[in-house]
């Protein structure tokens, strides 16, 4: 049977932004019986965008403000995916 992936956020980063900021994000994902094939960036259910290669990462311009509830998907070559926990970030007024 086929393994998920396993995937986690490289780092913490700042948890509030200014409006319009420019946001990056990046995960470490690997394969233990296949490789990685993509990893998904969602603002809640929104894709934000996916990397096929690594490092992973995903660079959000132009944030708009509210509270956003950020996830990774990695899926591997045989389909199986797994994600990241939520990363809350808060985009407002300076």
């Not at 393994?3 to 980063?13: A, E, G």
């Not at 200014?18 to 946001?23: D, E, L, P, V, W």
């Not at 490789?35 to 992973?56: K, M, Q």
Request: net charge negative.
């Amino acid at each position: 049977s086929n393994q998920s992936p396993i995937i986690n956020w490289n780092s913490t980063t700042p948890t509030n932004f200014c409006t319009g900021a420019t946001i990056n994000f990046g995960v470490t994902a690997t394969d233990a019986d296949g490789s990685i094939a993509s990893v998904s960036f969602y603002r809640g259910t929104t894709l934000l965008g996916t990397d096929n290669t690594a490092p992973y990462t995903y660079t959000w311009t132009n944030a708009i403000a509210g509270t956003h509830s950020i996830t990774a998907v990695a899926t591997d070559n045989g389909g199986a995916s797994s994600s990241t926990g939520v990363y809350s970030i808060v985009v407002g007024l300076p």
